[in-house]
């Protein structure tokens, strides 16, 4: 085992222990978007509607920037449920690391974030132990593309702890097989009408791919920084 990859694995139990000392969570509720899309997810886990823990779910980055504003919000609304529990964001080695005040402004504080960077061949083995634990409010996965098998074993990680996975990769035009609880496609869309000389709210195209026991779906939203919501006046659903 090399030296550098040694010093990975070791920040890795570094951070997992310092975790595991935390309290866990006390519940498993799901994590709401917005009314009008919590209606559309089945809460499969039997909960209601949102976006379920004990899963893994994937988000598919057409627009690099809305797909990260996306999962920051999925994770900041999962550590604000459990007095901002850290979140967990696993990425390759030498990868750019996330940038917190972007991230800050849906919804993920920083003082929440946790970033560990591990070898792309060990970045599952991460993953997985990662979501094992009962610490974490969420963990982020960047940059791997798991097979059926690494899906269940997240999976079954995820549902043994409760814990909330979220695997952000590029777009494909097709693509691969996944385990995932839900798929999604986020996108950047043109800006709604707003204030002269006043940038309007980002807005998202959001499609969802697949969901067990639900119907594909898609909506645009705009996010309301200020009251860190995706406010349901704003959505316009419809099936795919």
Not at 205 to 214: E, V
Request: charged residues 15%; contains cysteine; positive net charge.
């Amino acid at each position: 085992m090399s030296a550098h990859l040694s010093a990975h694995l070791a920040s890795l139990r570094a951070a997992i222990s310092r975790l595991e000392r935390l309290p866990a969570r006390a519940d498993a509720l799901p994590v709401p978007l917005a009314p009008a899309i919590d209606a559309a997810l089945p809460g499969w886990n039997g909960g209601a509607g949102g976006i379920a823990r004990g899963a893994v779910h994937e988000v598919l980055a057409a627009d690099p920037g809305a797909a990260s504003g996306f999962v920051a919000m999925l994770a900041g609304r999962a550590s604000a449920q459990v007095a901002q529990a850290p979140v967990l964001w696993l990425s390759p080695a030498r990868a750019p690391k996330p940038y917190a005040p972007g991230l800050a402004a849906f919804g993920l504080a920083p003082a929440a974030l946790v970033v560990v960077e591990a070898e792309a061949e060990n970045l599952l083995w991460a993953a997985e132990e990662a979501l094992r634990s009962p610490a974490p409010a969420a963990v982020i996965v960047l940059g791997t593309v798991p097979t059926l098998t690494a899906w269940r074993r997240l999976q079954l990680a995820a549902e043994a702890s409760a814990g909330l996975g979220l695997l952000l990769g590029p777009d494909q035009a097709v693509p691969r097989p996944s385990a995932a609880c839900t798929r999604w496609r986020v996108a950047a869309a043109p800006g709604g009408d707003g204030p002269a000389h006043a940038l309007a709210p980002p807005r998202w195209r959001l499609d969802l791919l697949r969901a067990r026991g639900g119907r594909p779906a898609s909506w645009l939203a705009d996010w309301d920084g200020a009251a860190l919501a995706v406010p349901e006046r704003h959505l316009n659903g419809r099936a795919a």
